[in-house]
């Protein structure tokens, strides 16, 4: 298990207060070896704060953010060699080869030789086109070259912010099986931050859910393996009666709700809706996705996140 090695990463007791408004409140996680972390929450919750403050973009008002041991706030060189970091779509100079543009970052740290340089070309899968023009890349070779830059200097932590924007469907599934491979084989603790739960679910190993400043969860992106089946039928208000009478908690989605009860004790269930005099519209098995957890979670909050806090 991940969580079983040292952490890669600790934020603790990280806390922000912007004009007399608390944004971060003693803010506490660790981020592991070789494990994908989510990190989601509503409009306004504070998560492009905590990415500024793990990047060294902005001073925390208390706590610190330790990389490889190192504190960004007061070793922030040595903190900062162990961190890549991509937000939304890199900026490259479009009249430069991608080749050129990443000798040019490469000169901002320490030890990058051209066969570092060419390594992660190779990994991103940039090798056939990485000396014509960055003008003549697709957004998805961008998004490559980007990640090839946040990977130069061999971090062990790699930040990313809605690293998928404006990707088409097959750039996004590419994206997320290197972003997978690059944890599982290199040992990369990655960090995404995403509006996208469809991804977040598929390309996490856990994640983090923060509301209002506070870290609200910390959850394993395990499959539930407890039965669940969606009932729909009218009059609503009826029908949650009738599943509170035999012991459920239902749980409203869309027009029906959620129910915990395996296939055998279905059928007995729309007998007595039936009985009842109400009208039939749905019943099915139900697989609880991060959307249901997430709306859980935090009540229905928009996933959405502000660009600027």
């Keep these: 298990m991940a969580n079983q090695a040292e952490p890669i990463v600790e934020l603790k007791h990280l806390s922000k207060t912007i004009r007399g408004k608390k944004i971060l409140d003693d803010l506490n996680l660790q981020l592991y070896p070789g494990q994908v972390t989510g990190f989601l929450g509503p409009n306004g919750a504070g998560k492009t704060t905590t990415i500024r403050m793990m990047a060294g973009l902005m001073k925390p008002t208390s706590g610190e953010v330790f990389v490889a041991g190192k504190s960004v706030q007061n070793d922030f060189e040595a903190a900062m060699s162990n961190?890549?970091?991509?937000?939304?779509?890199?900026?490259m100079y479009k009249y430069m080869t991608g080749y050129k543009n990443l000798v040019h970052f490469a000169r901002m740290h320490k030890g990058v030789t051209k066969d570092r340089i060419m390594e992660v070309v190779r990994q991103v899968g940039l090798e056939n086109r990485i000396h014509e023009k960055v003008g003549t890349y697709s957004l998805g070779?961008?998004?490559?070259l980007g990640l090839a830059q946040a990977l130069l200097h061999n971090p062990k932590f790699l930040i990313l912010d809605e690293p998928t924007?404006?990707?088409?469907?097959?750039?996004i599934r590419e994206?997320?099986?290197y972003l997978r491979s690059l944890a599982e084989k290199a040992g990369v603790s990655i960090f995404v931050s995403s509006h996208l739960l469809s991804e977040i679910e598929l390309m996490c190993d856990r994640i983090a859910v923060i509301q209002n400043g506070k870290l609200i969860d910390i959850r394993e992106m395990k499959e539930d393996t407890r039965p669940h089946h969606y009932i729909e039928a009218l009059p609503a208000k009826q029908l949650r009666a009738i599943l509170e009478s035999k012991g459920y908690e239902p749980a409203e989605s869309g027009a029906g709700f959620i129910i915990e009860e395996g296939v055998q004790r279905i059928p007995e269930l729309v007998k007595s809706v039936i009985a009842g005099g109400l009208d039939l519209y749905a019943v099915r098995p139900h697989r609880k996705t991060l959307e249901d957890e997430f709306i859980e979670m935090t009540g229905g909050g928009q996933i959405a996140e502000a660009v600027a806090k």
Excluded: H, K, T
């Design 83 to 91: 961190i890549g970091v991509i937000v939304e779509n890199p900026e």
């Design 141 to 144: 070779m961008r998004q490559r």
């Design 165 to 171: 924007n404006g990707l088409d469907p097959a750039g």
């Design 175 to 177: 994206f997320r099986s």
